[in-house]
């Protein structure tokens, strides 16, 4: 099994799980430990990518930008990339981020809708950096429907394309399968970003590397939207295991996720039945916060309005319709009584 690219993405993903908080100081020590420790990737962003801060996805406190400019300012060896969504962020907010030095842009989409990359791949292009390609919410397009669209990025010059799992949808027979095909059809490289609501997030990472992925992403102490991500210190610890020498100092990632990560988080990590009931449903992961605020609001369960999100097929960028679940949800329960 060949050496993966990781990238750590504490400073996008993680962002939702603190509720978009990061400070430019908190990004310097976070990038300098990810850094010194040998991450070769680190990706910094509004959780939802470039010009995510918004009332639909979230204000952060600090510019995304200062925080991408402390985070260029600081890396001497690692990569620097940012999500970037068409529709959310535009070609302003990517060319600004190249001119404060990112070195790599991950241009996102739901994964039927890669036609609406090409201008941004050939900008990233133009401008000289790598290009990344996401497709979210894999699980819900079967292999064939995930090539196709994988290699109109590839003729829009994506160097690598992901397949995503961004609800945690996912199990291992359906990562083996996308990412096999993938492999088989592109002449690109093939990536892996996972989440842990079925506790599947390691499991899924590994089988993806096994099928060929030649880049995966983590979080450290699996700090990320929903039930987070595959913890990048426990990634580099089972690479460690399996002899596959990622040059990566484990130990740095250890004290990073323990004493500077850890106490940033409001709420433990962990697979309650929120996030259970996202994953099971297969509904964004990012809406989980926007969720409980609207169950809390309207006096009706989260894991309802997942459930009636999930056969909606809500999808990034339909967050309003949590709040008109959570009213018809209401208005059910009202009636009952």
């Keep these: 099994m060949k050496i993966p690219r990781l990238t750590d993405t504490t400073l996008r993903d993680g962002d939702h799980a603190i509720g978009h908080s ?6 310097r020590k976070i990038v300098s430990d990810l850094d010194h420790a040998g991450v070769p990737v680190i990706e910094v962003s509004h959780g939802s990518g470039l010009k995510g801060s918004c009332i639909q996805q979230g204000f952060s406190v600090h510019s995304e930008f200062d925080l991408i400019a402390a985070a260029v300012d600081t890396a001497k060896q690692a990569k620097i990339a940012s999500l970037f969504v068409p529709g959310i962020g535009t070609s302003k907010e990517l060319r600004q981020a ?71 949808g996912l199990v291992q027979s359906g990562v083996r399968e996308r990412v096999s095909a993938l492999k088989e059809a592109l002449s690109i490289e093939v990536g892996f970003h996972g989440h842990n609501n079925l506790g599947l ?9 096994e099928s060929g992925a030649d880049q995966i992403d983590g979080t450290l102490r699996g700090l990320g939207a929903g039930a987070g991500n ?49 994953g099971y449903a297969g509904v964004y ?25 999930g056969k909606r097929q809500a999808i990034a960028g339909q967050e309003d319709w949590i709040i008109d679940v959570a009213f018809q949800l209401a208005e059910k329960k009202k009636l009952k009584v």
């Design 201 to 209: 997030a390691i499991g899924n990472t590994i089988t993806a590397l």
């Design 230 to 278: 595959a913890p990048t210190e426990v990634l580099v610890a089972i690479l460690n295991k399996m002899q596959i020498e990622t040059g990566i100092n484990l130990s740095i990632l250890m004290d990073t996720a323990e004493e500077v990560i850890a106490p940033l988080t409001p709420n433990p990590i962990v697979i309650d039945r929120d996030n259970l009931s996202s």
């Design 22 to 27: 990061y400070t430019p100081e908190m990004v």
């Design 98 to 168: 190249v001119e404060i030095g990112i070195n790599m842009v991950r241009i996102a989409v739901h994964c039927t809708e890669a036609d609406v990359t090409e201008q941004y791949f050939k900008i990233a292009k133009e401008l000289g950096i790598e290009a990344v390609g996401f497709l979210m919410m894999s699980h819900t397009q079967p292999a064939n429907v995930l090539v196709e669209q994988a290699k109109l990025m590839e003729s829009y010059g994506a160097e690598c394309v992901y397949v995503v799992d961004s609800a945690g």
């Design 285 to 309: 992961n990012s809406f989980l916060l926007h969720v409980r605020h609207a169950a809390e609001k309207f006096g009706v369960k989260a894991s309802e309005i997942m459930e009636e999100l």
